[in-house]
C-alpha cells in the first residue's frame, strides 16, 4: 500500500511516519515549507528525520516539499484570525491529495492526536477532514505525548524533533476550537482555493531521502 505523509519537523509525524513503514507500507512524505511564518531550518530537519527513519527501515523515502507561505498569507489577509490553523490544514490536506493522486497513492498519513492541540479537537478534525475525500489515517490518535516521545527516543528521531527551532508565528492566541464547516466554507470562499492548491504542488521540490 502507498500512502502520502504530512511530515514536520516536530515529534508526532514522524513517529506516525514509522509506524505505517513498519506496517510495510510505501511511503511519499510531503513538508508543508511555511517560511517566512516559521525557521528557514525547517526543511532541513525533515530532511534529517526522514532520512534517520529511512535508514531504520532500509527504504527509500521520496519527499516533496511546497511553499505554504503564500497560502498562509492569503489566509491571514482574507480571514478571521481565529480560524488560522483550521484553514491551514485544510490547505495541507488538499495539498496531500493532490499529491496523493499524481503518486497514486491511497491515502493520508497525520500525526495528529486527539485533543493534542487546538487544531486537533474532534470538531476540528471533522471539519479539516471535510475538505478532501482522500482517507486518512491517523496512527497517534489514540496515544498520549509521553507514548508518543517513548516511540520517538526508541527510533532516534527524537533528539532530532527537539532541535530548537522557531515554532510558526501565525497561530492564534484564540484559536478555534470548535470548527463549524458552514463558518469555514465562509471563510474559504475569499480565497482563490484551487489556484493556490494548484499553485503548491506545481512548486513543490522533490528530493529522495535514502
Known amino acids: 500500500m502507498k500512502l502520502v505523509t504530512l511530515i514536520s519537523g516536530g515529534i508526532d509525524s514522524p513517529v506516525a511516519t514509522h509506524l505505517m513503514l513498519d506496517k510495510g507500507c510505501d511511503i511519499i512524505a510531503v513538508h508543508m515549507d511555511n517560511t517566512p511564518y516559521i525557521d ?25 516539499i511546497a511553499k505554504h507561505g503564500p497560502t498562509q498569507a492569503e489566509i491571514v489577509k482574507k480571514c478571521d484570525k481565529k480560524l488560522t490553523c483550521i484553514l491551514c490544514k485544510r490547505f495541507m490536506y488538499r495539498t496531500a491529495e493532490e499529491i496523493a493522486k499524481k503518486e497514486k497513492a491511497e491515502s493520508i498519513i ?30 497517534l490518535i489514540g496515544l498520549d505525548k ?16 527537539i532541535l530548537p527551532g522557531e515554532c510558526c508565528s501565525l497561530v492564534p492566541k484564540f484559536p478555534e ?9 465562509i471563510a474559504e470562499s475569499k480565497i482563490d482555493v484551487k489556484a493556490l492548491v494548484k499553485k503548491s504542488v506545481e512548486n513543490a521540490e522533490v528530493f529522495e531521502i535514502s
Not at 41 to 52: C, I, Q, R, W
Open 40 to 64: 528557514k531550518k525547517s526543511s532541513e530537519k525533515v530532511k534529517t528525520l526522514l532520512k534517520t527513519i529511512a535508514k531504520k527501515h532500509n527504504t527509500k523515502i521520496k519527499l516533496y
Open 110 to 139: 497525520t500525526g495528529e492526536s486527539m485533543g493534542q492541540v487546538a487544531s486537533q479537537t474532534l470538531d476540528n478534525l471533522y471539519v479539516e477532514d471535510s475538505a478532501i475525500k482522500t482517507k486518512i489515517l491517523r496512527p
Open 177 to 185: 476550537t470548535h470548527g463549524k464547516i458552514k463558518e469555514i466554507e
Open 146 to 161: 509521553t507514548e508518543i516521545i517513548d516511540i520517538a527516543k526508541e527510533i532516534g528521531t527524537y533528539d532530532i524533533s
